[in-house]
Structures are given as C-alpha cells and as structure tokens.
C-alpha cells in the first residue's frame, strides 16, 4: 500500500505547490498540523480517510481531479501533470466567460507551437 501513499502525498505536494500554498498554510486550512501534512507528503503517514478529505478541501480540488492517474513515468508525463494542475489554478474562481476566453487563448498558443 505504500506505493498509493506515496502518490497521494506526491499529489497533495504538487497541487499545493501549484496553489502557491506552504504545508504551514495547508495546515492552517485544513487544521492539521504542518508537520502531519509533510509526512503525508513524504508518503511517510499512514493518515485516515477523514484527514485526507480535509486537506482534499482545504486545497478546493475535487476528490476526481485528485485521483486522476499521475503516475510519474517520465519527464513529459510530469510536466504535463504540472501544467493540468497549473491551469486548474488559474480558471478557478473565473466565470464561464473567462474560462471560455482562456480555453480560447491556450488553444492558440497551443496551435502556434506545431
């Protein structure tokens, strides 16, 4: 079971990171404490369902965004993961309009890199 807990910390990690959040910050959101949620990020904490729906909120994803399969196989495949888990970042709080416009732009910029 390690290897699963070993991914979710690598997920809770990137996505705080993506989020611009410290473990302190995360700890305070979540109340847990900071050092709990670095060891559930080194894959070291064995933590409970309700810990991990804690912090699954306080980082504001939802549970199938959290468990989509982002398995680290090689340098494409992470920095795509990166890059999801940036733009979720920055489309969240914007209305539909402005989702819409930034779907339009990264589509672009998308076509002009080929």
Known sequence: MTKLRNLVGDRVRDIRK??????????EL????DAYIGSVERGERNF???SLEKI???LKVQ???FFQNYDKQNEIEAAQRAAVDEYIVAVS???IKQIEAMMRI?????GALE
């Open 48 to 50: 409970s369902i309700d």
């Open 18 to 27: 993506a989020k611009g959040l410290t473990q302190q910050k995360l700890a």
């Open 106 to 110: 990264v589509k672009e910029v998308s």
């Open 63 to 65: 549970p199938s965004e």
């Open 93 to 95: 709080g914007l209305s």
């Open 30 to 33: 979540s109340n847990l404490d």
């Open 56 to 58: 699954v909120a306080a």
